[in-house]
């Protein structure tokens, strides 16, 4: 229980991380970053594994940086590796082949509202709140902007960027930082149903559909129908869609293989 990282899995294959320095807010530091980074890492050479929830301990989810840790260093060499380190770890998120599923409760500031907008999915319980804080403490927050104006538009995000003020929970739902709000003692079950609905689906075409998600969001339109086409030939011939289609013509439920 010590680690700053603990790591479970069900039968489904579905892995909860949970953040475990609830002392600092579960706060970035490099032994947390770390510790995800090793985690993700493992995760991706790991076929069996079908979901991963990533969720915290304590009064906060994630609290950014550790300034404390920061500010002991003031090396430009340092921080240029630290932001190096945590935007690593912020790619190996969206580098995975499943999808990561943010459950998020109290604060989460800076880059730990990063982590949020980084992840593919995200509930959220009612008494959540989300601010880029950094400009609060003479920081432009320019990473956490990069996730963040890939959910929301770009007035709220420069919003929020410029000036560190925080957002409700609900609010963060009619911005697109999350998918869901919902009180706290239903937060569990949120997750849950979302989770149920994904791993109920074929692995490889999960993995298809995530990967192109990201891959054609930063091209023109005609090479993303160019790469999305292709994508779907090759789904289209994988055994699980054959089997899905015929279903689906047949009207019946598609008899998928239990994952391995």
């Not at 950014?64 to 590796?81: C, F, S, T, V, W």
């Not at 989770?195 to 091209?219: D, H």
């Not at 993303?224 to 019946?252: P, S, W």
Request: some cysteine; aromatic content about 6%; hydrophobic content about 45%.
């Amino acid at each position: 229980m010590d680690a700053p990282l603990l790591e479970t899995r069900d039968t489904r294959g579905v892995v909860t991380l949970t953040l475990n320095r609830p002392g600092n807010f579960n706060a970035l530091s490099e032994e947390m970053l770390g510790a995800l980074q090793a985690a993700l890492d493992r995760i991706a050479s790991d076929e069996s594994v079908r979901a991963v929830v990533l969720r915290a301990e304590g009064k906060a989810f994630c609290a950014g940086h550790n300034l404390k840790e920061m500010i002991a260093r003031p090396e430009l060499a340092y921080y240029q590796d630290l932001f190096a380190q945590c935007s690593r770890m912020m790619l190996a998120i969206q580098a995975l082949p499943v999808p990561v599923i943010a459950r998020v409760h109290g604060l989460a500031t800076a880059a730990g509202c990063q982590l949020v907008a980084q992840c593919d999915l995200a509930v959220a319980s009612t008494d959540a709140r989300f601010a880029i804080s950094g400009i609060n403490y003479g920081l432009a927050c320019s990473t956490p902007s990069v996730p963040l104006l890939r959910n929301v538009p770009a007035k709220q995000g420069m919003e929020m960027l410029l000036t560190g003020d925080f957002i409700d929970a609900h609010r963060a739902q009619q911005e697109g930082l999350v998918n869901r709000a919902v009180p706290p003692e239903q937060l569990d079950d949120e997750v849950e149903s979302l989770v149920a609905s994904i791993v109920a689906k074929p692995r490889f075409a999960v993995a298809t559909g995530k990967e192109l998600f990201y891959r054609q969001r930063e091209m023109g339109i005609a090479a993303a129908y160019q790469l999305a086409g292709q994508a779907m030939a090759v789904n289209m011939i994988d055994a699980c869609a054959q089997e899905g289609v015929t279903a689906f013509i047949e009207k019946r439920k598609p008899s998928w293989a239990p994952p391995k």
